[in-house]
């Protein structure tokens, strides 16, 4: 039948073409008639000589020749088209005969189970397996697509098989799912694979993956509803009190029930990801198009974020009604929020392990804040808990349990001091904070705000306890322990230092650039509060030992000793001796009691360089000194040296340790040196030694130069002169320097031709 209608089309054909060349023959016999016919139309005389009735019988004669061939021609070119149509039917007949039976070929039968081995090779009936299966789906999408560009009903031959295609249809469908299903009950990715690979020859890919994304969300949020359903029905154990109430019993059955919830909710989750690698890994082979991107297309964002904006949608809007229908739930969700913050960290770093990906301390995906948005709410409150909880442990630490009173003098005081024991609780629970907070870093931020208000609290305590006034110094008593106000201080000063170096190592211990740039101001804070309490304790102690020194003005350096007697130059001057005695006591009673580590040692040596700089400097002063006398102020120095290594040793130092110890071993050399040695001395502060302790020796070597000293020239006691040069620290040489000119507009004024024989060399030290 189909060679006969190639037949007609053929006959068609040829006939139409003879027209044509008759057309042609008939234009070419006439042309030079039809031209004449035309050139005399457009002459001007043609016009008037043609009658009208020549120029018709023309047009009929031409008439009568074409009409024919036109009708010819519109009666073959139907005839052509209406073949071409039963043609174009046949052949789509004919492409549906040869997918028929290619289908058929495939044997589905609806008897067959579908069988899902652990081969890669799920078959329905004998010899079919997945690939044919996915052919097969290649073919029926082939026929109606067929069917659908074409009517073909009413033909026997397609609609005797339209029950077969259809029942052929959902055996393969059928074979998808189950092929999709075990694969996501198993995390098979290669039976996920072979059912997305059926559903897309099947042009239903996207569709049937948002059916089985919304599948799973449907079983994620009825097991939420459920699970929070759960916390509202009155337990039967509990004498009808809700899961909410703060039972024990109750309170565990809520957090076993959430965490059910979060196990559940991650088998579900797992698949959504199983999913999305697969859809992500498979293309189209003949356009390389994305399995993944075609979804997308369709839900129009990301897959993973249309499943976790849905979730955190319907997990919002439960726990919104589950604390509005029970309080007492609202009220545990806030003082157990980190517990509740847990379980989705917990829950996502689960996830993360899943899918292979790393997850940084100071990071949140981007599920998991999507997740936790319903959860802030009781943030606020948790945080507004944690900071009464460590307000509370502030204020036990200045509680009247460690109040300490006493007098010193007219000065009657009666404080409270936070002790040792009290910092370290103070501390385990701002570390227990810590700890709890340390998974999250928004929370970690709200917890860590929280504790430095509670260390700025501390500071403030503690800069209110008034020990003294301001300017006044803290005085030792003469014997026995120290006085109140020194205990007092000291032990105040051990709490803080304490308290400094535990947060200090905060940072290190959680691991949290985060947590250390937040507390750096409080510890910086803390230090300033160390040296404020600490700095009227070290004067009083300085102060005292400088009493000591200035007795060395009653000792006689000179020729002789007391009472016109030969001095003992190997014996230490009696105020070395007191100086020696009160440095044993200091350190017995005070600063051995200073508990600060590194910083105790530093202000040992502080003290230690206080001590050597006031000896020098007053030992510099002295006048007229003898040959014995140089000997005698060597072995005061000598004893000196001795007592501060015994001071320094309690903590393990050295005297070479003090800065201005190099400075007495020098200026005691620089005591027997000839004139003409000065000249060998460095710039720089003459080497160890300061200038103006030099210059001071030098000046009381000699009577002339020494009465220009400022002391003699100024009216100054020796005591008053120490302490201007302390507040003019750097002017020393400068007035030393006017003292000379003095002395020399003097040496002129008197008419006198010599200087003293120092004078050359303290103005080449004033030089250098």
Known sequence: MASDYDALVDRLSYDASLAERHIHAFLKDHNDQILDSLFSLLSNNAVNDLSLAALNAALHDLKAVILPIYNDLLALSASSLDAYEKSDLLKRIHRFLQLLKRLSDFNLSPNDPVSTTTTTTTTIGTGVNEREI???ATCICEIEALLSEVDLSGIEVVDKELDFIANSKL???????KLLDSGLKSQNQGDIASGLQIFYNLTLMPTKTITIIDSILETVTSKIHSTFTSLKVPSENTGGNTVGSTGPFTSNSMWTGLEKLMDFMYDEAVKVYTLEKVLMRKKDLSSGIVFLNEVVKVLEEPLIDYFWRSVSTYFEKELRVVTKATPALHTTFQAGYPKLLRLFHDFFSRIAVFNGIKISPDSTSPELALLLKPLHQYESAYTNRCLARLLDALNSCFAEKSVLSGSVGSLNFKVVVPSR????KLFRLITSELDTAKFDKSLMKSVTKNISRTLN???TKCENINLTDPNTVINSPPTGPPSMIQMTTIELVNSVWLLTDLVWNLGEEFESDVLSDMLQDNVVSLNRLIQKLVEPLLMGLTKELE???????????????KQGNKMNEAAASPYMIELSQRLRWMQREVLSKLNCGDDSKDWIKQIGSRVITYFLRHASLLQSLSEPGKLKLASDMTQLEFTLTQLLSSTRQKLEHIPTYKSLRQFRQLMFFELKQFYELGDDGVDDVDKVMVLHYLMGRSV??????????FGWTELQYSEWMDIHDGDGVVLLERCVDMYVEEVKKKGEKE???EYPVIRHILGM
């Open 547 to 561: 009493g000591i020194l200035i007795k060395i003005y009653k000792e006689d350096y000179g020729r002789t000793g």
């Open 171 to 177: 055996l393969v469908v059928d074979c998808a799912e």
């Open 421 to 424: 024991d009290d910092v370290e």
């Open 704 to 713: 002339e130069l020494g009465r220009m000293m400022p002391v003699s020239l």
């Open 134 to 136: 996915a052919r097969a």
């Open 755 to 757: 200087f003293a024989v």
């Open 457 to 459: 609290g501390f500071i």
